[in-house]
């Protein structure tokens, strides 16, 4: 089975703090997202990767960074954390083929206070 | 603007009826896909079924099927005998194509379901 791992489930951050949410995938998927979570607005797309140090904005990119250095981790970084990146924060992979579905990790819950 | 709509927040339906959850989406491009996921209050995300837009035949996945029109640009989920268990939040997604390469998959906003005896 495809395992998506993200590092943490729980965390907690100050405002101004920079942070690291790593999601680590086990079975060479060229593509790789991160969502965040928000109740009544769904999953929205912060970035993606389709290939190893290439990177796309999503929809809603403001505030974040990634990095993908390695095909299996996708990083995403919140430069300066503001209250408002409080979320459920999902980072999902797949392979690059049409039909191919997306593998979540179980996703980390991010406080910043 | 708004890629993928769907417009109920939430539903009800009774066990061992027959429920849709609408999708609809907003595209130009002819090659794309759609998909349904569940996530249950366990917060994993299940996929449940996928329609590519050149598939000729609706995509059915056991009591999962999708009512695709094209030309409308719906994609409803239709649960055929409801469970208990099918109780979880329903998001519709959308597979885009990048020209560059790659593929940019957008959700929509959900319908929470829940199933009464």
């Known amino acids: 089975d495809v395992k998506v791992t993200q590092s943490s489930r729980y965390l907690v951050k100050r405002t101004g703090e920079k942070v690291f949410l790593e999601c680590v995938q086990d079975m060479d998927h ?15 797309l912060i970035y993606f990767s ?41 980072c999902a992979s797949r392979l690059g083929l049409s039909r191919a579905k997306l593998f979540f990790g179980s996703g980390t819950q991010l406080s910043v206070l | 603007a708004q890629k993928i709509t769907q417009t109920q927040p939430g539903m009800f339906v009774q066990e061992k009826e027959a429920v849709t959850l609408d999708c609809t989406y907003d595209t130009s491009d002819p090659s794309y896909g759609l998909f349904w996921y569940k996530q249950p209050s366990s917060g994993e995300m299940i996929f449940l079924i996928y329609q590519g837009s050149y598939d000729q035949q609706n995509a059915t996945e056991g009591r999962y099927s999708l009512n695709f029109q094209k030309a409308r640009k719906s994609a409803n989920l239709v649960i055929s005998a409801s469970q208990l268990g099918d109780s979880a939040m329903y998001f519709c997604a959308m597979r885009e194509d990048l020209t560059g390469g790659g593929n940019k998959l957008t959700f929509g906003t959900g319908t929470q379901l829940k199933v009464e005896l």
């Open chain 1, 50 to 90: 389709y290939d190893v140090k290439m990177k796309e904005k999503g929809d809603i990119p403001e505030g974040y960074s990634v990095s993908r250095e390695k095909k299996e981790r996708f990083s995403l970084i919140l430069e300066s954390a503001s209250t408002n990146q409080t979320s459920m924060y999902l």
């Open chain 1, 30 to 44: 060229e593509n790789m997202f991160w969502y965040r979570q928000d109740p009544g607005l769904g999953l929205r």
